[in-house]
């Protein structure tokens, strides 16, 4: 089994930035590529990013969030990231960190095709 656990959120004025973190704990060796999801009130779980585990890390964006937010990952720390610039009120939700154990997923971007999730970091967007 794989643990994570989110940290980071918080309250932030529209325009500013937040980095999340992920703390992967456990079996991390079956765990390959990691993502980010959110979840707004009412709203279903949405993807937000993703990232592999070879080589530099190739990665993925929703269109909502590309340009402003930046996946990245630290396997020597078995740490995930989520540096959010230019936030905007849209972007409150509670943020979900996943990883699956399927290591032919590159970049996946469904929820069902990840194995392990925290338990979510709010992040709430003041206009």
């Known amino acids: 089994q794989v643990q994570l656990v989110e940290s980071g959120g918080g309250l932030m004025q529209a325009g500013g930035s937040l980095r999340l973190s992920c703390a992967a704990s456990?079996?991390?060796?079956?765990?390959?590529?990691m993502g980010w999801f959110r979840q707004a009130p009412g709203k279903e779980r949405e993807f937000v990013a993703s990232i592999n585990n070879y080589g530099a890390g190739r990665t993925a964006y929703a269109d909502s969030v590309k340009g402003r937010f930046t996946i990245s990952r630290d396997n020597a720390k078995s740490a995930l990231y989520l540096q959010m610039n230019s936030l905007k009120p849209e972007d409150t939700a509670v943020y979900y960190c996943a990883a699956t154990g399927d290591r032919y997923l590159f970049t996946p971007s469904r929820s069902d095709q990840y194995d392990y999730w925290g338990q979510g970091t709010q992040v709430t967007v003041s206009s």
């Open positions: 456990g079996r991390t060796e079956n765990s390959y590529a």
